[in-house]
Structures are given as C-alpha cells and as structure tokens.
C-alpha cells in the first residue's frame, strides 16, 4: 500500500523558554510529517510540550529554529487555517451557542444570514438544534464541548489540532464525543492531530500515534494503529487494541505487568 | 481516639422553619418600623428638650419645611439641577475613563509609560481639585460637571484598564488561531469580558458623580441640593438642612436601584443562581 501524501510536516523545530532556572529547552529538534487524511495522536509525557507544538503550528509562538512545510510549501505558520480545540471549550461567555459558533465566520468576514444559515445548519447535525439562543453557562460540559466541536469545524480548518479535548469530561461523555467526533472528521474529511494523554483514547481514534520522549521533546517512535473499527468504542473490542495499548505503555516507561 | 465531629442532630421540623419575618413583606414592615421609630425618638428628643431643635432640627420641623418647598417647585427645580448635573458627570466620566482604559490595552508600552501618571492622579484627593474648577469652569453647570468627571473617569480607567489586561488570554489565543486580527481581538474578546467590571464601577461612580455636583454646589453656585444645604446651614435653618440631605439620600437610593436594573438586564448571560445559596 502506498502512503498517502504529506500534508503538514514540521522539520526541525526548537523552542526554549526562559524561567527561573535559566533557559528551558522544551523543543528539540522535533520533526515529524501528517498525512493528507491523518489521524494522529501526540503522547507523551506531562509537560514535554505537546502545547508549545500545537502553538507554533496555530501561530501563536514562534519557533527558535526550524521549518514547516504545508502541502510542499514553505509556511510561517497555519494561523487562520487550523481549527483549535482546548481542554477548556473556551466558549465565549458573553455569546449564545449560536454567537459561539459564527465566531470563527465572524472573524473571516462572512456573510451573515449565509453564516447563519450555516451554523443552523450543523448545530441540527450535531443535535443541538433548541439551544441556539442558550449561554453557555446553562450547558453540560459534554453540550459545550460539541458546541466548541462545531465552533471548529465550521470554519471549515485544514488541520484540527485538538489538544485534549475531552479530559475534563467525564467517561461516557469522552467515549460519547470520541465517537462525534470520529464521524465528524469522516463526514468532513479532516486531518487530525490529537493530543492526549489517554493511551486508550489515541488507540481508538488514531491511525498513528506519535510517542515523545521527556523534556525536551523528540520524537522517540512512530506506532501505526492498523484498526478497522468503525467506532472508538468497538475499537475497544478489538483483539488487537490491548496489544497496540501495551506496546505504547511500554514506551512511555509505564509498568503494566507486574515483574517480581 | 480523638472525638469525631459531632453530626447535626435533626430538629422538629417546627424549629426548622423560617421565622416569619424574614419574608420580603416582614422584612419591609421591620424596616418601616425602625424609620419610624427613628424619627419619634427624635421628635421625642426635641419635645422633651433632651436635644436641641435648634442644632439638629425636627421631624415635625423638616416635615413642614419639605411639604413648603415641594408646594412652591423650589425643592424639585434643586433637584433636577442637582441630578442632572450628577448623571451628566457620571456618564461623561464613565465613557471617557472607560474608553482610555481600554485603549491602553493597544500598547502595553503606553501602558506601561502611563501607569504611575494614573496612579499619582488618583492619588491626588479630587475634591482638591474644587477651587480650581471653579475658577477654571466658572459657578454655572460646567464646573459641577468636571468635578464629577474627574472623580468618576479616573475610576472607570482604572477598572477598564485592569480588566482588559486581566481578559482571557486563551480566549484571545482562539481568536487569532481562528486568524483574527488586534482589533478583532480587542472588539470581539477584550471588550465583552471587560464590560463587567465597567458595569461594576457605576454602583462606586453614581455616588461619585453626586459628589462632584455637591461640592460644586458648595464651593459656588446659584442653584441645587448642594447650595440649598450650604446656604441653610450657615443661617442654622437645620430643617431645611436636612430636607436637602433627605432629598439626596431619595435620589442615591434610586439611582442604586436603577443602576442594579441595568446591571442585571445589561448582562444576561451573568444571570447568576440566587437559589444556590448557602443556607448556615
């Protein structure tokens, strides 16, 4: 089988922080590639910099060296492009679910009865057709976070980078967005990069899951996930899975047989 | 073992209920009694010669005074003077200290060269400032208003400053990963997570702006609550005193009001949960 082409690829990147203790290098020498397609997931260590990655890609940081390269060319960074989803579902407060979701056409400078019409429309598609007129404060965790879901792929991004999005849910919600989202990024055909922390999660969504090692990061192994499930949660029940899920355990140095 | 916490025990479910006066019609009749109480003490006082009338005054006194001065228009053409002058300092100092403050969020720079220029004018008691306000404004309206204005703007700048420097910089991430630019930035998430702290500052700045018009009525003036106060008193007319400084406690217990009402329709996404008070 021949790879799919790449999409995105990050060549080289190095970013340091200066802190109290002098300068803390959290990048070094990253490199990897996303396929046209992809879905990957980023693990990893807590606090090894899977944010700081997701920034520059979005265009907040800047990286000390290093390239990306989208679809061949040369770019600064994919801000405007990407689609960025949080741990928090940082909607915006003041808006209604459907302010919340026409912000990203807001800021392009859409039409908006267009815009509207739009956001009408996916908010049915995602079951939450009745709370357009609804503030956020008077949603579940899991309502807002779909919310945020469409917030992101209504603007249509080339690349969704999801950083955690769904740790601060409880379990039957996680699995229940997992699965929104697996068929949302099948209905839309989006590239994915996922971090997270949840070994499971990145098994049963991923198609590859990239390991990083501790501070600072570097790429210390690339695993396909070869699963044909159609859902997370029959990924789950695949015989496979518990070996995909071990083999990643043990590359993040975490014991999961007991050896005495 | 050490003694464990011990658990409330349950009461009768007689002993548990509310007393009765605390429902809004016993808490309003409690309130009535205590103003009434208040003033036939006093009046008490005066007839029994226990105070004397002549250096706080009397009810029955203010009473009559009051009932002439709204017969003749006197107290309510005071008034309006009074307020107008009030409101206008207010919302002029709002809008302006708001907007400055906001603006400095565009260059923290600025920001930065300003912040003890701010300070040292806020430190500065601006009821000092009266004397030259007036010799710079003249006696009419204008002065009463600078004065006002001074007091609130530097109020609302500095809420307006601080909350946009405190606005949720994850918020703002978004928007520019979403490819927004500084003004979309500043319109569509610094504005709107600053407004509740600009809103907060018109409880503090309705009484500023009463301040300001007071004073300047004291210093100079033709007209108003305050002029009716400093004129009466320095004839030892204590009823009419007070007639004033009733007639403005009327007219900040009011605009406290009006004030809370659009706090609360202003921002109907903060409609917070009264019933998830903690009952001790």
């Known amino acids: ?260 | 073992m050490p003694d464990a916490t011990p658990l409330p025990k349950r009461k009768p479910r007689a002993a548990r209920r509310r007393p009765h006066f605390n429902t809004p019609l016993g808490r309003a009749t409690l309130q009535a009694l205590a103003v009434v109480g208040f003033f036939a003490l006093w009046e008490l006082g005066v007839r029994m010669g226990w105070i004397s009338a002549f250096l706080v005054g009397s009810p029955f006194g203010i009473f009559a005074v009051g009932y002439k001065m709204i017969a003749s228009g006197e107290l309510l053409s005071d008034t309006w003077f009074t307020l107008f002058e009030a409101i206008l300092g207010f919302v002029i100092g709002t809008i302006v200290g708001s907007l400055m403050g906001l603006a400095l969020w565009y260059s923290v720079f600025v920001a930065r060269l300003v912040e003890p220029f701010i300070v040292a004018i806020n430190s500065v008691p601006k009821i000092a400032l009266a004397p030259i306000v007036v010799l710079w404004f003249g006696t009419g309206l204008v002065s009463k208003v600078a004065l006002s204005v001074s007091l609130t703007a530097i109020v609302a700048l500095i809420a307006a400053y601080q909350a946009a420097k405190d606005a949720d910089v994850d918020l703002q991430s978004l928007l520019i990963s979403m490819g927004a630019d500084k003004h979309q930035v500043f319109f569509k998430a610094v504005v709107p997570s600053t407004l509740p702290s600009i809103i907060a500052t018109f409880r503090i700045n309705i009484g500023f702006g009463l301040v300001g018009a007071v004073v300047g009525e004291f210093i100079s003036s033709q007209r108003g609550l305050g002029h009716l106060i400093y004129t009466a008193s320095s004839l030892y007319d204590l009823n009419t005193v007070w007639v004033g400084l009733f007639t403005l406690m009327i007219m900040g217990f009011v605009l406290y009001y009006v004030i809370d009402m659009i706090e609360r329709t202003s921002l109907p996404w903060k409609q917070s949960n009264t019933a998830h008070q903690v009952q001790v």
């Open chain 1, 1 to 260: 089988m021949q790879s799919p082409p790449v999409q995105l690829s990050v060549r080289n990147i190095r970013k340091s922080f200066s802190g109290k203790a002098g300068e803390i290098a959290v990048l070094d020498d990253l490199s990897f590639g996303i396929n046209e397609r992809d879905f990957v997931s980023i693990i990893g260590p807590s606090g090894c910099g899977k944010t700081t990655i997701f920034n520059i890609i979005a265009g907040l940081l800047e990286p000390d060296s290093g390239t990306m390269q989208y679809r061949g060319t040369e770019i600064e960074s994919l801000r405007g492009r990407v689609g960025y989803m949080m741990q928090k579902d940082l909607l915006f407060p003041w808006r209604t679910v459907l302010g919340n979701v026409l912000l990203g056409l807001e800021t392009r400078g859409i039409d908006r009865a267009e815009a509207e019409g739009k956001a009408r429309e996916y908010l049915k598609g995602f079951g939450l057709s009745g709370f357009e007129n609804a503030y956020p404060n008077t949603l579940s965790g899991g309502m807002r976070q779909r919310v945020a879901l469409i917030r992101t792929l209504i603007m249509d991004p080339d690349i969704l980078l999801l950083d955690e999005p769904f740790s601060a849910l409880d379990y039957q919600t996680r699995l229940y967005l997992e699965g929104v989202l697996k068929d949302a990024v099948e209905t839309y055909n989006k590239t994915v990069i996922l971090v997270t922390h949840d070994i499971d999660e990145a098994v049963a969504l991923s198609k590859r899951v990239i390991v990083l090692s501790g501070r600072p990061a570097r790429v210390k192994i690339v695993h396909d996930i070869d699963l044909s499930a159609t859902s997370p949660i029959t990924a789950r029940s695949d015989t496979r899975f518990s070996g995909y899920f071990h083999a990643l355990c043990a590359e993040l140095d975490i014991q999961t047989e007991k050896t005495a």
